[in-house]
């Protein structure tokens, strides 16, 4: 799907794996797997030709049927060492359907999420097997994982915030990436939600948000102890904040 970026974002935990892999090269230890591959899309006018439903079609992809007895809508579906891995599209609540299904196809189901648009405000390209893969910037993945993690589902919720800990603990540019993150609290309007969220859940070592890492970051061989990652945790969060 490499002709349909950069307006074709990689998002979602996958990100912080391509993090470690290409974008920082030197750190060892692996985020934790997910098994979804998740695509946000950009509303621009795409140039015309086959739609990503049949490119996926033409290379023999599987179908998840999301109606009982209906072909379409339907989530692709890849085979990765004998596992089936969906993929979701999703976009901006304020986008075009009209223009994003020009590309993706009236096949596939498309997801509209609330804020998608901020994962797709700044991006940056990494080769794959040099394959240019667009992904968000650590801040912005960073900002918007502390925005939208409490309306996630309980189980999905404390591994979003492992995610941006891991980006916070391990980018070997963690003063830039804390800066540029305490920038956007401070700009965005998002900003004070993201605010209050941090408050709610990062008060002390002993809240909700350090506890719900912890379980995260040890299944990922992080090298310190439970109350380590707790104070750590609750230390990086907190330390994001602007002054009022």
């Not at 030709?49 to 599987?62: F, R």
């Not at 004998?82 to 189901?109: C, N, P, W």
Request: charged content about 20%; proline content about 8%; overall charge neutral.
């Amino acid at each position: 799907l490499q002709e349909f970026s950069p307006p074709l974002v990689l998002v979602g935990g996958w990100v912080p794996y391509l993090y470690q892999k290409v974008l920082w090269k030197h750190v060892a230890l692996q985020p934790l797997a997910t098994a979804d591959i998740d695509f946000a899309l950009r509303e621009v006018n795409y140039p015309k030709g086959l739609t990503i439903a049949q490119k996926l079609m033409n290379q023999n992809y599987g179908e998840r049927h999301v109606e009982l007895g209906k072909s379409i809508p339907y989530v692709p579906l890849v085979q990765a060492h004998g596992v089936s891995i969906e993929i979701e599209f999703i976009v901006d609540t304020q986008a075009s359907l009209d223009m994003i299904r020009k590309v993706v196809g009236q096949e596939i189901k498309i997801n509209q999420i609330q804020n998608v648009n901020i994962l797709l405000s700044s991006t940056c390209s990494l080769q794959v097997e040099s394959i240019p893969v667009w992904v968000p910037t650590p801040e912005v993945l960073v900002f918007h994982k502390l925005l939208t993690f409490t309306s996630r589902m309980p189980e999905k919720r404390f591994k979003d915030l492992y995610y941006a800990y891991y980006v916070l603990f391990f980018s070997p540019e963690q003063d830039k990436i804390d800066s540029k993150v305490s920038q956007l609290i401070r700009t965005l309007p998002e900003g004070t939600v993201v605010r209050k969220n941090i408050d709610d859940y990062f008060g002390d070592p002993t809240d909700r948000g350090p506890l719900g890492i912890v379980p995260h970051a040890q299944a990922s061989h992080m090298p310190l102890s439970s109350l380590e990652i707790r104070e750590d945790a609750c230390e990086r969060f907190r330390a994001l904040l602007p002054p009022r």
